[in-house]
């Protein structure tokens, strides 16, 4: 059961995103529809006959630690090699440092495909891109001209490195220290589930590391945000991974415990503005995050169809044919799916126009700037927090397809089944994802900008009930917040289902003849068969 890019699909989420008007703003005057096709299928080759065949292999011989040094799967060397070589890691980052300047959507559709070939391995480029991302934003114009371009080429990696062992989401409770020494910093603690905190693809690894300065202030206003680095003028610096974790799925990638012992390090922007710093990389991370829990449901669905047309069993309802018939044929697992292939299409689309507003901010509009980075602050939470709910209810239902071979380890549909379960839970769980929705987009503004941006949509199945949740959670909010907060989830999943809808709905109008009957039809099971479960969520809000 080999994957293929869903190229086809794509194309059509990122023609409805609006990937065109994008093309021609001034920032992207070196990519067309033309480049973009060509990226697209390059992408896929690369996933399909290269990091794909080695999603079982990282799952069946996973990264060890031998002698004090994080080993790789076999052929996870040569595929960074093959991914470096076609400038893929730096695909979005800035041309004057060494990348292709490509737009954030077409660089979150090659993500998909990505993730989608193999999720252990994708991850190496994607924590590398946020990295990049935040040096680009913060670092002085000398760290980005010698940190950039390496890393932007592959030759270097990046990692963030945040959460300590008495530090989880807490993130004020750190402890990790930043001493002056000279014109640099000795960085000394510990830091845990760091992926690829270590291993031996490429000459050096950059670490972000948040860490405190001696004089700091307590809590989250004394953090700041270091650059340490594996390699420092060709010398071992003191960091290095005591052990890898033992994980439930993601095998292939090394999850390490990293020690700080004195090492050299350097402050990057301002002193006690480190999580702020950190933020631009963690909200990076959390639509590729999302996008992850797209891939993985892509991955699962293929499988699951596979499956299905080659599993004979019984005669299914209905069956006209003689003798027993493919699983196909029967009437539940089609439901299955089509529920998973619905889903799949609205989760696609709402990612997709999260990273359409990402490059909407190089407008020059003014008004457009604003709408594109409200859109972006609204969407991002709830696009992480549902795509990754939605990425593990889908291979579930990919399980279930398979019947009893789906928790037979040989199908491999169970890897896909275990590697989802961290989605919902790093870079913020669903939890934090859905306060961050409510307490800075409902709540700030009491619902101002969320009722203009449905607005427009106020005849969208759902959408009423979702005006209803909203006023409901801020009226509960000024009685007892801990109503508004424990309503939260269920918020997001409402607020997700529906957007879902509406960018699927979208995509309508981006069909060419020939797609548009299936897309109707599967646009109508959406709205009926998903949006309509809202109403439970409505009311576990309004009529609890």
Not at 19 to 29: A, F, K, M, P, S
Not at 240 to 248: D, I, M, N, R, V
């Amino acid at each position: 059961m080999t994957y293929q890019a869903p190229i086809a699909a794509i194309h059509r989420a990122l023609e409805a995103s609006g990937l065109g008007d994008i093309l021609r703003l001034q920032v992207y005057q070196n990519a067309d529809a033309d480049v973009a096709a060509s990226i697209l299928e390059e992408a896929a080759k690369l996933a399909e006959n290269v990091i794909a065949p080695l999603n079982r292999v990282g799952d069946k011989q996973p990264a060890t630690m031998v002698d004090g040094k994080v080993k790789l799967p076999p052929g996870w060397p040569q595929a960074w090699a093959e991914l470096s070589k076609g400038g893929w890691v730096g695909l979005t980052g800035p041309a004057q440092h060494g990348g292709m300047a490509m737009p954030e959507l077409l660089g979150v559709a090659v993500s998909e495909i990505w993730n989608s070939a193999n999720l252990a391995f994708a991850l190496c480029p994607l924590l590398t891109q946020g990295a990049a991302h935040a040096i680009a934003l913060y670092g002085s114009a000398e760290q980005k001209q010698r940190l950039l371009p390496p890393m932007n080429e592959g030759r270097w990696t990046g990692t963030m490195n945040l959460t300590e062992p008495q530090a989880g989401s807490d993130l004020a409770a750190l402890r990790t220290t930043a001493t002056p020494h000279g014109t640099h910093f000795r960085i000394k603690g510990q830091k845990i589930y760091i992926t690829y905190g270590d291993h031996e693809m490429t000459d050096n690894i950059v670490h972000l590391v948040l860490a405190r300065l001696p004089d700091a202030p307590p809590g989250v206003k004394g953090i700041s945000l270091f650059v340490v680095q594996k390699l420092v003028d060709g010398k071992r610096n003191a960091v290095h991974a005591a052990s890898l974790e033992h994980k439930l799925g993601i095998h292939g990638s090394p999850t390490c415990v990293m020690i700080y012992d004195n090492a050299v390090g350097e402050l990057v922007g301002q002193p006690n503005r480190g999580l702020e710093y950190m933020f631009a990389m963690m909200n990076h991370a959390r639509l590729d995050v999302g996008v992850q829990g797209l891939a993985i449901a892509e991955r699962g669905f293929q499988m699951a169809l596979a499956y299905a047309r080659e599993r004979v069993q019984g005669k299914p309802v209905g069956f006209v044919g003689e003798g027993p018939a493919t699983i196909m044929h029967h009437p539940d697992v089609r439901r299955l799916l089509t529920t998973m292939k619905a889903r799949i299409a609205a989760m696609r689309g709402l990612l997709y126009e999260v990273a359409a507003a990402r490059d909407m901010i190089h407008a020059h509009d003014d008004a457009a700037i604003r709408m594109a980075q409200f859109k972006v602050d609204l969407l991002t939470p709830i696009a992480k927090g549902w795509c990754t709910e939605l990425g593990q209810e889908v291979v579930n239902d990919a399980v279930q397809v398979f019947g009893g071979m789906g928790f037979i380890e040989d199908t491999g549909i169970a890897q896909v089944f275990r590697d989802a379960r961290i989605l919902p839970i790093y870079e913020g769980t669903t939890a934090i994802q859905a306060n961050a929705l409510v307490g800075r987009s409902l709540l700030r503004d009491q619902g101002v900008s969320l009722m203009a941006f449905l607005k427009p949509h106020s005849a969208v199945a759902g959408v009423a009930d979702l005006v209803s949740s909203a006023h409901w959670i801020i009226s509960a909010a000024t009685t007892d917040q801990r109503l508004a907060y424990a309503a939260s989830v269920p918020f997001l999943l409402q607020c997700a289902t529906v957007l879902g809808g509406i960018a699927l709905a979208r995509q309508g109008g981006a069909l060419s003849e020939i797609y548009h009957a299936h897309h109707l039809a599967r646009a109508a099971f959406y709205h009926q068969q998903i949006v309509g479960g809202t109403r439970a969520l409505y009311e576990t809000n309004v009529l609890a």
